[in-house]
C-alpha cells in the first residue's frame, strides 16, 4: 500500500515539475501576421542581452541573458497603425522583460531600425538578477534611437556578423550596456497582399561583405595548392608506371 501511494506521489510530482518547466521554443522566423502565407514583416535572429544592476552589498554585477528556449515567452508585431512604423516586440523572462525593435519607411521608400526601446522589471522571479539591491524593484525603461539595417523596400537586410548595440541610458543603477544582434535577416514593410515563400533580394551588411572578400584569396589559394598535389601526383604515378615499362622489355 505504501509503495503505491509513492508511486502516485512520484507521478503527480513528476507531472507538477514537468508542466512548471515548460519553456517555449524562438520561432526560427518572426513573422507577422503568424499562421498566415500574407506577411506584413519578417525576421530572424539571435540576441543577447547585457545589463549591469547594484547587488546589495552595493557592488556592480553584470547579467547576460540570451534569447534562447530558457527565456523566450512571446512575441507580436504591430504593422497597421501608423503605416509608415512596424514594430516586433519580444517578450522574455515570464513577461518581465521586453524589447521593442522599430523599424521605419521613409518617403524614398528606404527601411531602416530607427530606435531600440526595453522595458526590465527586477522582482524576486527574476534568476538572472542575483542578489539585485531591493532599490531596484519594479520595471526600468530604456530607449536609443539608431539607424541600422537600411534597405529599400521590397529586399531584405542580412548580416550574420554580429552587431553591438551600446550606450543606452541608465536607469536607476540598472544599465543595458548592449544588446548583441547576430544571424540576422529582416524584412520589413512586406507586401502582404501576396503570398511570402523567401526573404526577397537581400542587402548585404559591409562586415559580411569584407569576410567573404577575405574568404575568396584563402579559397583560391588551397584550391590552387589542391590542384597542384594532384598533378603531382599523376606525374609521379605516370613516370613510375614508364619506368616499369622500360624495365619489363
Not at 38 to 58: E, M, R, S
Not at 84 to 110: A, C, P, Q, R, Y
Not at 115 to 121: E, K, L, N
Not at 150 to 167: E, L, P
Request: proline share 3%; net charge neutral; with cysteine.
Amino acid at each position: 500500500m505504501t509503495s503505491k501511494l509513492l508511486s502516485v506521489f512520484l507521478i503527480i510530482a513528476s507531472t507538477f515539475l514537468i508542466s512548471s518547466s515548460y519553456t517555449l521554443s524562438p520561432p526560427s522566423n518572426y513573422t507577422w501576421p503568424q499562421n498566415s502565407k500574407k506577411l506584413c514583416f519578417a525576421g530572424q535572429f539571435d540576441l543577447v542581452l547585457n545589463v549591469d544592476y547594484i547587488q546589495t552589498t552595493g557592488a556592480k554585477a553584470s547579467a547576460k541573458i540570451p534569447l534562447n528556449n530558457n527565456t523566450y515567452e512571446s512575441y507580436r508585431v504591430s504593422c497597421s497603425a501608423p503605416t509608415n512604423v512596424h514594430k516586433l516586440t519580444v517578450s522574455m523572462l515570464d513577461g518581465f522583460t521586453e524589447f521593442i525593435l522599430t523599424f521605419s519607411v521613409d518617403t524614398t521608400n528606404v527601411t531602416s531600425l530607427t530606435q531600440i526601446s526595453a522595458y526590465i522589471t527586477l522582482n524576486d522571479k527574476q534568476t538572472y538578477f542575483t542578489n539585485y539591491s531591493t532599490s531596484l524593484e519594479g520595471m526600468h525603461k530604456f530607449e536609443k534611437t539608431v539607424s541600422l539595417f537600411v534597405a529599400d523596400r521590397g529586399s531584405s537586410y542580412r548580416c550574420n556578423t554580429k552587431s553591438t548595440i551600446t550606450d543606452f541610458n541608465t536607469d536607476k543603477n540598472v544599465t543595458i550596456t548592449s544588446i548583441e544582434l547576430e544571424n540576422l535577416r529582416i524584412q520589413s514593410f512586406a507586401d502582404d497582399s501576396k503570398e511570402f515563400n523567401d526573404y526577397a533580394v537581400e542587402k548585404v551588411c559591409p562586415a559580411d561583405v569584407d569576410k567573404n572578400s577575405n574568404l575568396i584569396p584563402i579559397i583560391v589559394g588551397a584550391c590552387l595548392a589542391v590542384l597542384v598535389v594532384v598533378v603531382l601526383i599523376a606525374y609521379l604515378i605516370g613516370r613510375r608506371r614508364s619506368r616499369n615499362g622500360y624495365q619489363s622489355v
